[in-house]
């Protein structure tokens, strides 16, 4: 294998050990928008999800055109423990789309003829 | 009332509609520009790093991190992407990153796609290239002043990426709260982000400038590099060449 293969898919490991295992440790406590967005009201579980009683900003909130996808929240159609695998096939997807359009964009560059890689 | 589920970036709604339009147009024009920029930045070894750069910083995303009792943060990623990628394509991959929770995973309103991007794409991006590219003397000098960079840049991408939000909500947002809460809320649960964004930004453009300096785009142009490759280049038997 080349330097600049295994230092590639050493990265690759990386993010899918991110997204598919380190995510299950993740907190899940609404983060600092959230936080800001909630500041006011005050929040209880329901069944169907959170019930907002107050004044702020998050009570504007609609729901989400994509709540019925089926890796809607990080879960695998809403299944418990199926964070790791919806990370696991975000990182996939994300790769593959950025990877692409990197690709053509850089078949276009003009620095293309600079350098012939190093492998 | 209403039931809302765990968001990490803006929902649909929090501004009204025509701040969301013109954010909207703002980051179409921004990213279109950067398109075009990145053709430069981008070849057969730099488009692969870029392509693996974007789904880290999704994995990354993903992983909250405590700030405080009751609240979390996680990367935003700006100065991140700025120093290994350049500002061009690391505007791209948050863009890209972005999209990708917003359709896939419900997370960011479709109608805040233009907020969202404005503010972590953008914003962040472009903060934290500004102030790796002040830095970039000391960046250059050693591996330590790049991790120090990378620090710095990320904790200030992180507070600037929140005033986005305070500009938003400024112009066009639905209330529920008043402009200074807002404000002092965001900058000060941001700073605290801004601690952990630090730290995960330079471990990884440490870890990256240690095996391949010559991938790090603020290091470009560094005609001897005192950060020398210092992983074992043991050339596997019968390896391809």
Redesign the interface.
Known sequence: ????RG??LG??V???L??GG??Y?????????????R??CQVSE?G??????G?????????????H?P????SVLGGKGT?GI??VV??????A???A???V??R?????Q?????? | MVTMVTAMHMSDGLVNAPTSLVFGAVALVVLVLCLVRARADLDERTAPMAGLVTAFVFAVQMINFPILPGASGHLLGGALVAILVGPWVGTVCIAIVLLVQALLFADGGLTALGTNITNMAIIGVFTGYGVALLLRRVARRSRGGLVATAFVAAFVNTVVASLGFVLEYAVGGSGGASLGTVFALMVGLHALIGIGEGVITAATVGAVVAVRPDLVYLLRGTATPLVRRSAPSTPTAGGAA
């Open positions: 294998m080349t330097r600049r230092f590639l990265f690759l990386v993010a899918l991110v997204a380190l995510s440790f993740a907190s899940s406590s609404p983060d600092g928008l959230d936080t800001v967005a500041h006011g329901t169907g999800g959170e019930h907002l009683d004044t702020c900003i998050a009570q504007n909130a609609g729901e989400h055109a994509a709540a996808s890796l809607a929240d990080y964070v919806a990370g975000g990182v996939l997807v994300t790769l789309l950025a990877g359009l990197f690709r964009l850089g276009r560059s003009p620095a293309r600079a350098e012939r890689g190093d492998d």
